[in-house]
């Protein structure tokens, strides 16, 4: 399988995603659905958006395990974090969790009204292995 990640000229180039990934076929897709700030009792893990940020890394590390896989193989995260927080301690704990040398994915980040209650933050992913 190939994954080839895209930064063409003419666009921004940065250290922290890709532009887009190509993934070539035969190919197993993981897609993983919306992960919040819970742990293992759902109960949400803190009050602010770094915290509930690297708790939903960690759930998205606990299924691409389950299925041999790493954050290395995901090719897209989306991200919903809610209006009025700065997502800025969600990249602190993005950049905890990622091996620097494997290049970034495809990152999408939403604003949003709202999520669950107490939920500040939800990262949904996609993985080829």
């Known amino acids: 399988m190939g994954v080839r990640h895209i930064n063409p000229e003419g666009l921004h180039r940065s250290p922290a ?70 997502f800025d301690e969600g990249v602190a704990a993005f950049q905890q969790v990622w091996n620097r040398e494997d290049p970034p994915p495809a990152i999408t980040v939403h604003v949003v009204a709202g999520l669950g209650p107490g939920f500040l933050v939800e990262i949904d992913a996609v993985a080829a292995v």
């Open 17 to 86: 995603f890709s532009q887009a990934v190509v993934v070539e076929q035969p190919a197993k897709t993981i897609y993983i659905g919306g992960q919040n700030g819970v742990d293992a009792e759902g109960k949400v893990v803190g009050p602010t958006v770094g915290e509930q940020s690297l708790q939903a890394l960690r759930n998205l590390q606990t299924v691409l395990r389950s299925e041999g896989a790493s954050l290395a193989d995901i090719v897209h995260w989306r991200i919903a974090v809610v209006d009025g927080h700065s």
